[in-house]
């Protein structure tokens, strides 16, 4: 069992009491278009599944305890706002939220928290990186340039948004949600988003996606979904060690 909402609440008191840390993962993604082939709810999708395959690979630990709180699933997306679906909610409201959150753990004993987040808007991030670091638990800042360096071609261009990348993370774990007779139809896109945020454009449309995608959503394949969960996973079972160190 990896999931802490399924444990009763003497099982919790239980992993208090016992001999292995407890580090809880918190997994937060937001709903948002995602090209007019990939699910809304992508960036949730691809941080439970991190979390869930390192909770999983850890479960023989003798030190660890770990286990995947329920995940966010709304956040910042104004970039978002000309398609149908986006929900979005403040940088504040996101803010508290996570310090909400981490705080009533934290007040029970439970402070080894890491926040996995794949969703990144500018917006987003900053609210995840000033409430982590107020709450003094971890995040797996993706961004990180040590952290970028070890993902895929499409992900270091910046041009990642519902392409090769996310789209086959998606086909991994979930691959009826994907559209794929729409899939292979798509041209590829090149958008880069952190220079077009940088040049100050509000939304996809302005920055040039006028379907909610860049990058080269056609060439996805669960197989390198599968193999890029397997990194994004090393990344995640890296920290959590840390945290356990304390």
Do not use: W
């Not at 302005?206 to 056609?218: I, L, V």
């Amino acid at each position: 069992m990896t999931a802490f909402a399924d444990l009763t609440s003497p099982r919790v008191a239980e992993l208090l009491a016992g001999p292995r840390t407890p580090v809880l993962l918190l997994p937060v993604g937001a709903v948002e278009p995602h090209g007019p082939h990939a699910p809304l709810g992508t960036d949730r999708l691809i941080s439970a599944g991190m979390c869930a395959r390192a909770a999983e690979r850890l479960a023989g630990d003798d030190e660890l305890r770990v286990l995947v709180l329920p995940a966010l699933n709304y956040g910042v997306t104004d970039f978002g706002a000309p398609f149908p679906g986006g929900v979005s909610i403040g940088p504040d409201t996101l803010r508290a939220l996570v310090l909400d959150v981490c705080g009533s753990l934290a007040r029970q004993g439970l402070r080894r928290i890491v926040v996995v987040n794949n969703h990144f808007e500018p917006a987003h991030v900053g609210a995840l990186r000033a409430a982590t670091k107020e709450a003094g638990v971890a995040f797996l800042d993706l961004l990180r340039r040590a952290n970028v360096a070890r993902l895929t071609d499409e992900f270091r261009s910046g041009s990642c948004h519902a392409g090769q990348y996310e789209t086959s993370l998606v086909l991994a774990d979930r691959p009826e949600l994907v559209d794929t007779a729409m899939l292979r139809e798509l041209p590829a896109v090149h958008v880069d988003m952190p220079t077009a945020m940088s040049a100050g454009h509000k939304d996809f449309v302005e920055m040039g996606m006028d379907r909610a995608y860049c990058g080269t959503p056609a060439g996805a394949t669960a197989a390198e979904g599968m193999s890029t969960f397997d990194t994004l996973t090393d990344l995640l079972v890296e920290l959590i060690r840390e945290v356990g160190r304390g």
